[in-house]
Every structure is written in structure tokens, then in C-alpha cells.
């Protein structure tokens, strides 16, 4: 699915990267190229099915120095050699790392591939793939959205994003954030593809400009950013036209007038508004 990774790569450039490059099957490269022009594109060797092929991992690894951070997974589907592909990338590479959809999947039951890692990792799942990771039901999930959270980011060692209605944002050291931004027009096909690369790159500024801020920040930061542009998107598309093309179209609005998802009796802003403030300057 090369929307979903096409999104990510204009979505981190969209929130503030200098560069992002996607990397996907050879025979996909084409569609980078096409759409995305400010999007760098790397091709792959692929599997017969035209996904990712265990063997890109020799040829990748050397062209990711130049990284600050990795996203992984948006759209890289559920081959069997794709998820071995991705097994191999988040044991061997040492890099602050985002991961989401199909590379959270590959993980199932892998949980010690994940808490082995020494950089830092964000999970951005949505019920089912948490409940994937887990290996527990979706309704388990939804019963304690709250827990569940903070269980997978204790024991995966990870920042876990837990997707939906009121999106969590658990920290290992068992800080929350429940975001109030976003609406029920989001719930579309690449909306958390857009997320996965807003974090990706939030994430590679404040480390690159070694802002004095906590990581979980960053991403709950991003989490409420993608709302806000999801809400901003519906005042004039309304829920139901929304798309996620949508809401890159109203990032940069949403990082100019973070105020805007504060009512009036909300004010004076709130620490996430003056926390988006101080890195849009």
C-alpha cells in the first residue's frame, strides 16, 4: 500500500523535517516519484508479491546513517518475508524508531525484539493491533483503554500511542496523556499513517535541536497536533467528507494556531499549546 507510505513521508515533511526519504518495493518507486516530490525515494529488492524482501535489510541498513529517526510499517503488509524484513530492521538498527500498522503485527509475540532495543521506540497501534501484540481480544483492549496502555509501554519498554476516541500517549515510567483533540472523521484510511510520520518527525527535531523535553511529551504533542488538524479539516469538509490528505492539508495551520483547540474559558493555554509555541520558534 504505497499511499500509506507516501502519506507518512509528506506528513513528516509537513510538521518540520528537513528531509524525509521513504523506502519501499522497487516496483513501487514509481509511485514516490509521481506524487510526492519533495518526498526522497529509495527502492527495494522485493518478494514475488511485490513486497519488502528479507535481503533489502543488507542493502538498507548502510543508507540509514543519515537518519534521525525511523518510521516503519505504514502499509508494508503481512508477507511472511515482509515480517521478518521488519523483525530484522528492529533488532539491527540502532535508531530511535516509530513503528505502526503491519510492522506492529510482525511483532506479535516477538515482544523480546522490542524490549532489547537500547534507542528509543514509539508503538502507535489501534485497538486491534494492540490487542495483536498482546495476543488478547479487541474488546479486552477497549475495556481498559487506560491500563492496557500503560501495560504495553512497561513491558515493551516503549512509548506506546494507543489510537481512538481520546488517543493515549503511556511512557514506560508510567506518565499518561489522554489527547482532546480529533473527531470521528478521522477514523479513515491513512489517518494514522499521517500520525506515524508527524512523530517520526517531531521527534527528529527535538532531538537534533536537543530541545529540554521529554520524549513522551514530543509524541503526545504530535498526537494533539494531528487532532487539532483533524478538527480544523472538519469546520469546513465536515466528518463525514473527511479525508487524510485532509489533515496534511491543515498541519501547518494547526502548528501556527495551536490555540485554536482552546475555547475561550479554556484560556490561559494549556501546557501542550505553549509546548507546541515553544518548538514552532
Given amino acids: 500500500m504505497s499511499g500509506a507510505a507516501i502519506m507518512a513521508g509528506k506528513a513528516a515533511l509537513r510538521s518540520g523535517a528537513g528531509l524525509a526519504q521513504v523506502a519501499l518495493p522497487q516496483s513501487l518507486n514509481i509511485a514516490v516519484e509521481t506524487s510526492a516530490l519533495e518526498v526522497m525515494s529509495f527502492p527495494l529488492p522485493e518478494t514475488d508479491a511485490g513486497t519488502i524482501a528479507p535481503e533489502a535489510i543488507e542493502v538498507l541498513t548502510p543508507r540509514l546513517d543519515w537518519a534521525d529517526v525511523i518510521a516503519l510499517g505504514c502499509g508494508i503488509s503481512r508477507n511472511e518475508r515482509t515480517q521478518t524484513f521488519v523483525r530484522q530492521l528492529v533488532a539491527r538498527v540502532d535508531k530511535p524508531m516509530v513503528i505502526d500498522a503491519d510492522g506492529l503485527i510482525a511483532l506479535?509475540?516477538?515482544?523480546?525484539?522490542?524490549?532489547?532495543?537500547?534507542?528509543?521506540?514509539?508503538?502507535?497501534?489501534?485497538?486491534g493491533e494492540m490487542a495483536a501484540l498482546l495476543q488478547t481480544s479487541t474488546e479486552t483492549i477497549q475495556r481498559d483503554r487506560v491500563g492496557v496502555a500503560l501495560k504495553a509501554a512497561s513491558e515493551f519498554k516503549a512509548i506506546v500511542v494507543l489510537k481512538g476516541a481520546r488517543t493515549i500517549t503511556a511512557d514506560p515510567d508510567g506518565t499518561l496523556f489522554v489527547n482532546l483533540t480529533g473527531n470521528a472523521g478521522m477514523a479513515t484510511g491513512g489517518s494514522g499513517d499521517v500520525l506515524t510520520g508527524m512523530i517520526a518527525s517531531l521527534l527528529a527535531q527535538a532531538l537534533c535541536r536537543r530541545l529540554d523535553v521529554r520524549p513522551v511529551e514530543v509524541v503526545?504533542?504530535?498526537?494533539?497536533?494531528?487532532?487539532?488538524?483533524?478538527?480544523?479539516?472538519?469546520?469546513?469538509?465536515?466528518?463525514?467528507?473527511?479525508?487524510?490528505?485532509?489533515?496534511?492539508?491543515?498541519?501547518?495551520?494547526?502548528?501556527?494556531?495551536?490555540?485554536?483547540?482552546?475555547?475561550?474559558?479554556?484560556?490561559?493555554?494549556?501546557?501542550?499549546?505553549?509546548?507546541?509555541?515553544?518548538?514552532?520558534?
Fill in 220 to 281: 503526545a504533542a504530535a498526537v494533539f497536533l494531528h487532532g487539532l488538524a483533524g478538527d480544523i479539516a472538519s469546520w469546513e469538509k465536515g466528518e463525514v467528507s473527511l479525508t487524510a490528505g485532509d489533515l496534511l492539508d491543515h498541519l501547518p495551520r494547526a502548528i501556527n494556531e495551536p490555540e485554536l483547540s482552546q475555547p475561550l474559558t479554556l484560556r490561559p493555554l494549556s501546557p501542550f499549546v505553549r509546548f507546541v509555541v515553544r518548538m514552532r520558534k
Fill in 108 to 127: 506479535s509475540g516477538y515482544g523480546e525484539v522490542l524490549r532489547q532495543r537500547k534507542s528509543l521506540t514509539v508503538l502507535t497501534p489501534h485497538p
